[in-house]
């Protein structure tokens, strides 16, 4: 994590816990905005500090100037940890809980005496919070989901299913009428093999509305739960408990927001670097001139008024490529197994086995379908079997659920599948 980001991360903590002590309210946004303008900033916070040059970063004042110096020369701060001393160090993991903001946290830690998770659960089971001003019946129950759900992220959801989820989802969404486009994003499209939640990125058409996009998003079928709804992002928990977030983004913003959600975060650090030392500003909006980009008027949430560079670039080339779409996939599966002839290889009645991996292979369950049924029409008795290492826990009943999330059935396909650990001795070299 780059010098900027820690610094954001400090002065945001430093604020929640002001807000939790109902300190002065002004010096608390002061702080957030400062956190705002570290994490948005391509300056070199160190140069700038060895050059006196702090007044160069917007919103910075006396005490938050001494914070940055002292965090630059020695890695820490007295003041952030005089802070957060005065507040039980239980609360601060509470902040992490979707449905507690720091005014809620303060309210039980005043009230109710709650100072952990383990406290606020044991409030929540034996009634304590009942009758607390501002605390109802829904908000307790949003709490309780929050908990369960920072629970439930600790184990994280396999790459197969993600995939699964997600094409659903970006498929509805491409639908919705105001979406020019709309992909994938996050540590998903990174393809790693846990995510903690989908990233999905939509493109507004020419005079769409992102409140009307989210709130179509917030009601498919697929949510479970809305977590928040704006006119930028909405956030949800989806069938299986996996949170998907949604970010609204102008359709000129589209390629840049897609690099800078999908990361990973040193990446992006990297690549704001890069674009600093040429006198650029990256982000989520797209490339500009950092001089100009300081100077212009932005809101939060939305993209600066300032042509990005790409804005004065010469409009791109668009090649036109034939469309090799394939409007019948299983046909042309069969077709190419009839042309290889393979059937006159083996006898009727013998076994195929055909792999199935989890590389997230397009239309994949349609092309098993395809291939067992070559078999099948051929006398052959074919079944399926997971091709693949350590996705699904590396264990059978784990790979037959990666397959199972991409439609690959006993029952979808038509033959047997069979997910095996077990190991048949061949033989042995005469090495050993």
Not at 25 to 39: C, G, I, M, P, S
Not at 54 to 77: A, M, P, Q, Y
Not at 150 to 175: H, K, Q, S, Y
Not at 378 to 385: I, M, Q
Request: charged share 25%; proline share 4%.
């Amino acid at each position: 994590m780059s010098l900027n980001h820690d610094l954001a991360e400090l002065f945001s903590t430093m604020a929640d816990v002001m807000d939790i002590k109902g300190e002065n309210a002004f010096k608390v946004l002061a702080f957030r905005k400062v956190a705002r303008v570290l994490k948005d900033s391509t300056l070199d916070v160190r140069r700038l500090v060895e050059e006196g040059r702090l007044d160069e970063v917007e919103g910075v004042g006396k005490s938050s100037r001494r914070i940055i110096e002292e965090f630059v020369r020695t890695g820490k701060s007295g003041d952030f940890d005089s802070l957060v001393a005065e507040v039980p160090s239980g609360l601060l993991p509470l902040l992490k809980v979707e449905g507690l903001g720091p005014k809620t946290i303060a309210l039980l830690w005043k009230e109710r005496k709650i100072e952990s998770e383990e406290d606020l659960r044991k409030a929540i089971e034996s009634g304590l919070l009942d009758g607390l001003k501002g605390i109802g019946e829904k908000k307790i129950a949003a709490i309780r989901h929050g908990l369960d759900a920072r629970n439930r992220a600790a184990g994280r959801t396999g790459l197969a299913p993600a995939l699964v989820l997600a094409d659903e989802i970006v498929r509805r969404v491409i639908e919705m009428e105001g979406v020019a486009e709309a992909q994938v994003a996050g540590s998903l499209r990174r393809r790693r093999e846990t995510i903690g939640d989908i990233d999905i990125i939509a493109a507004l058409k020419r005079g769409a509305k992102g409140a009307e996009v989210a709130g179509a998003f917030a009601r498919l079928p697929l949510v479970e739960r809305v977590i928040a709804c704006g006119t930028t992002k909405a956030s949800v928990v989806a069938m299986g408990g996996v949170q998907v977030d949604l970010r609204i983004v102008p359709r000129q913003c589209f390629g840049a927001a897609l690099m800078y959600f999908t990361g990973s975060k040193e990446h992006n650090v990297r690549l704001r670097s890069l674009a600093a030392r040429r006198g650029w500003t990256l982000n989520e909006w797209g490339l500009y001139e950092a001089e100009a980009y300081e100077k212009a008027e932005k809101s939060v949430g939305e993209p600066p008024r300032l042509a990005s560079l790409a804005d004065r670039a010469s409009p791109p080339i668009r090649p036109s490529l034939p469309d090799r779409r394939l409007p019948d996939i299983a046909g042309a599966v069969r077709a190419g197994l009839e042309r290889a002839a393979l059937a006159s290889l083996v006898k009727p009645g013998a076994r195929i086995a055909i792999g199935a991996g989890s590389r997230g292979v397009a239309n994949i369950a349609t092309i098993v379908k395809a291939v067992a049924g070559y078999w099948m029409a051929h006398g052959c008795r074919p079944f399926v079997f997971p091709a693949m290492g350590s996705h699904g826990s590396a264990t059978a009943e784990g790979q037959a659920a990666v397959l199972a999330g991409y439609g690959i059935t006993e029952a979808s396909i038509g033959c047997p599948v069979v997910s095996s650990l077990d190991v048949v001795p061949a033989g042995e070299t005469p090495e050993g």
